[in-house]
């Protein structure tokens, strides 16, 4: 027996009865490790020897006798589905193939019961020689390539891996029958277009056999590999008699066949495609189906191309739809918008343009705003004398309100170049307007100011000669009437002297008689200035009362006369004063000019910094980079998506313009995804 696996408990029993009725057995067999069971319990008792490796079963019995007998099972013992009993010549061949590899491929042996095993000794006969070896390993793939070609009827399933389909002939004229769970799809389709016709089945369990002309008619194990021992046969005539049945019921059982090609009209039964074998698809003679909304390619195509066109790609053979009449129900829409699609950078640079100049009118009729405020600061009588002034101011500010308000509402995106230059300009013509009405209302109120204080100071001048000139007179006439008093002033002060100076001798007369500069007669004939010049010359030798009395005369005298003098001479002194400040006065008077005229301040921002005007400055001209491109119509909209621009309308009013912008703009007309799309 050449077998992989012993390791039925049963066949084993039976092994050992028989070898302990003296029947002599030969074991070949597989792994040890795996057929450990029956070397324990038949060492000793059988030959045993193991190391090959082999598909399917070969007995052999009473080889040598009349009695010889073979079969080739498909697998082990009790799990194989099908056998062969083998003619007289073939148990002849194989019972070669057998001592061929008992004796010269087995690897290990074992003699006796419970010993390790040992080194398998080569047969003491030599070489053995064979009459073929079909069985042998790398044999196998071999044969059944060379029989392919003239192949009639083949069942394979787990054969057919030993192919490499690339180098497989074409069998023309053969049928080849396959277990349906055995075959992957790639391996299907290519031996589908190997044969003339393959046939697959449900069924499992199907023997392995070739059925082709002359001698090539092979029945296989149910497991084959290339590498190892596969117990195949050559069928001999009176065996394929004795297959050929199987072919035909198999075949019958094979409910799938293989075409390379077929028209949907003639399916009329259920169909499994060659790359979904485990799929059982059914054709109906009508079905509705309905399709998933398609996206036209452009609006053209929406408007203009035929649904059948615009749905092609979902119209085709589908597998799981399959009827000999479809009715389709489609939606088509128009371009949709990306969902991943932003803003164009266009509509940045329009809007970054369009906050530029807004922020530029709106900075002017700020400033417009702030010249009336700017009065606030400015006294009653300058703010009056500017009445026409304002007033033509108030009115040309109208005018420039009016102007920004139709700025400001205009949107520089929507109009040519021309037109935006044109803006443009306006708009910094009326910055420079404004700079220069601060400019002139800084002068002019300057101008005003300077006007009122070159009045103020010509009427001041003018009082104030005025007042000079009546000082002056003034002092002229209390000048000439001090002069025309001063001589009766002089005279009562000589007469008070006199009179004193009377009284004075009468009364020291008769103390100061005895001295020598007494002479009562001769003092009391004295005038004033020989009164005077007596008691300076004698008041020192007078004694105290006489002295001090004396004396208080000549003060009282001099001091008078002091005052006098001193009098005079203030006024004197006044009326010089009062003659040169006329003279100041007409020189400043002349000076300061009969006709004003107007000196600018050297710093006119200053200048209006202290008269309350704001934004002094010059204002520097509005630059702006316009796109290069102009934005679609309004109410359309650019955006883009993976350098790929698009534009979105909403109504189909708009289609005209959008074409005319999408090739100004390269970009793909398309529309918003409706909401419950």
């Known amino acids: 027996m050449a077998i992989r696996y012993l390791d039925d408990p049963e066949l084993i029993a039976r092994l050992q009865a028989r070898a302990d009725a003296g029947v ?34 070969l007995l052999l019995l009473d080889q040598g006798a009349d009695t010889a007998q073979g079969f080739i099972l498909s697998g082990g013992i009790p799990d194989s589905r099908y056998w062969l009993k083998l003619t007289t010549g073939q148990c002849d061949d194989y019972f070669r193939l057998f001592c061929h590899l008992f004796w010269q491929q087995a690897g290990t042996e074992y003699l006796r019961q419970g010993q390790q095993s040992q080194q398998a000794v080569v047969s003491p006969l030599g070489t053995i020689d064979l009459n073929h070896q079909d069985a042998l390993a790398g044999k196998l793939g071999e044969n059944l390539r060379q029989a392919w070609s003239e192949m009639q009827y083949a069942m394979m399933s787990d054969s057919v891996s030993l192919f490499d389909l690339k180098d497989l002939p074409e069998a023309g004229r053969g049928t080849l029958i396959c277990e349906l769970s055995q075959l992957d799809a790639s391996r299907a389709i290519k031996l589908g277009e190997s044969v003339a016709s393959l046939v697959l089945t449900e069924q499992d369990g199907m023997p392995q056999i070739v059925q082709g002309y002359d001698r090539s008619h092979w029945m296989l194990p149910s497991r084959t590999r290339e ?50 074998l485990e799929l059982e698809q059914q054709c109906l003679p009508r079905r509705s189906v309905e399709l998933d909304p398609v996206q036209a390619p452009s609006i053209d195509d929406f408007l203009e191309a035929s649904a059948r066109d615009l749905a092609a790609s979902q119209i085709r053979v589908d597998r799981e739809r399959l009827a000999h009449v479809i009715d389709y129900k489609v939606e088509i829409r128009p371009p949709l918008r990306p969902e991943q699609a932003v803003a164009d950078p266009l509509h940045r640079a329009w809007t970054q343009v369009r906050q530029k100049w ?60 021309s037109v935006r230059s044109e803006r443009l300009e306006q708009l910094n013509n009326i910055a420079k307007q404004l700079h220069k009405r601060r400019e002139r209302w800084a002068e002019k109120v300057d101008e005003t100011r300077q006007q009122q204080e070159w009045g103020q100071k010509r009427q001041r001048l003018a009082d104030d000669l005025r007042a000079a000139n009546e000082a002056a007179d003034k002092c002229r006439r209390r000048a000439d009437e001090n002069r025309l008093n001063s001589d009766q002033a002089l005279e009562q002060l000589k007469k008070n002297l006199l009179d004193g100076w009377h009284a004075w001798i009468r009364d020291s007369g008769p103390q100061l008689s005895p001295q020598k500069f007494w002479d009562a007669a001769g003092m009391a004939a004295f005038d004033a ?67 004003f005229q107007y000196r600018p301040s050297a710093n006119p921002v200053e200048l209006g910094r202290l008269l309350g005007v704001q934004d002094s400055a010059a204002i520097k001209p509005l630059l702006i ?53």
Not at 25 to 47: F, K, M, P, V, W
Not at 393 to 417: G, M, T, Y
Request: proline share 4%; glycine share 6%.
């Open 358 to 417: 807004s922020g530029r009118v709106d900075e002017l009729s700020g400033m417009l705003n702030r010249e009336a405020s700017s009065r606030g600061g400015i006294g009653e009588r300058i703010l009056g004398a500017l009445g026409s002034f304002i007033a033509s101011q108030d009115h040309r500010r109208k005018e420039l309100e009016r102007e920004l308000e139709v700025l400001a509402s205009w949107d520089c995106a929507l109009f040519p170049p």
């Open 625 to 677: 980079d316009w796109p290069d491109e102009d934005l679609p119509q309004p109410g359309t909209h650019l955006v883009s998506f993976d350098r790929q621009r698009w534009l979105v309308i909403d109504s189909l009013d708009q289609l005209e313009a959008a074409r005319q912008d999408a090739q100004r703009l390269n970009a793909i007309i398309c529309t918003e995804k409706p909401e419950n799309a």
């Open 529 to 595: 200035s020989e009164a005077l010049a007596w008691i300076d010359k004698y008041h020192s030798q007078l004694p105290g009362d006489p002295k001090r009395t004396v004396k208080r005369l000549r003060d009282d005298y001099r001091t008078g006369q002091q005052k006098q003098e001193r009098d005079l001479k203030e006024l004197e002194k006044r009326q010089q004063q009062a003659v040169q400040e006329i003279a100041r006065l007409e020189q400043a008077l002349q000076d300061h000019g009969d006709r």
């Open 24 to 57: 002599r057995i030969y074991l070949l067999l597989g792994e040890d490790a795996r057929n450990r069971s029956a070397i324990e319990a038949l060492a000793g008792r059988c030959l045993i020897r193991c190391g090959v490796k082999q598909n399917g079963t």
């Open 227 to 276: 590498q190892d021992i596969n117990w195949c046969i050559r069928l001999a005539p009176e065996q394929l008699s004795d297959v050929s049945s199987h072919l035909a019921r198999w075949g019958d059982a094979g409910r799938w066949q293989y075409r390379s090609r077929i028209r949907i009209a003639d399916i009329g039964q259920p169909v499994r495609f060659a790359d979904q």
